[in-house]
């Protein structure tokens, strides 16, 4: 049974940080690029950034370059998405997946003061 569950998110102040998990099950981890996506309330889900298979290379949407970090490990078929300096419009729902493939349920991120 193919399992993505994120962890992480939460009430955070504007300018601070949070670190999102996701553990991966029931699929070879390692064998799947992994993303982040984002739906904040009433708009379309929207990439945030996507690692490759060996953690050697990713992506980032613009929004968040340089205050996102997306890695991998392998070994313990876990995502993360540290994400710093973090806004008001970050408000939304994170998801992880593998391919767009596996999609995992979610978790909250409020930005408020």
């Known amino acids: 049974q193919v399992q993505l569950v994120e962890s992480g998110g939460g009430l955070v102040q504007p300018g601070g940080s949070l670190r999102l998990s996701c553990v991966a099950s029931?699929?070879?981890?390692?064998?799947?690029?992994m993303y982040w996506y984002y739906q904040a309330p009433g708009k379309e889900r929207k990439l945030v950034a996507v690692?490759?298979?060996?953690?050697?290379?990713?992506n980032y949407a613009n929004f968040a370059k340089g205050r996102f970090t997306i890695s991998r490990d392998n070994a313990k078929n876990t995502l993360y998405l540290q994400m710093n300096y973090l806004r008001h419009e970050d408000t939304a729902v994170y998801y992880c997946?593998?391919?767009?493939?596996?999609w995992g349920q979610g978790t909250q991120v409020t930005v408020s003061s």
């Open positions: 029931g699929f070879t981890f390692s064998n799947y690029d």
């Open positions: 997946s593998a391919d767009a493939r596996y």
């Open positions: 690692i490759g298979r060996a953690g050697s290379w990713a």
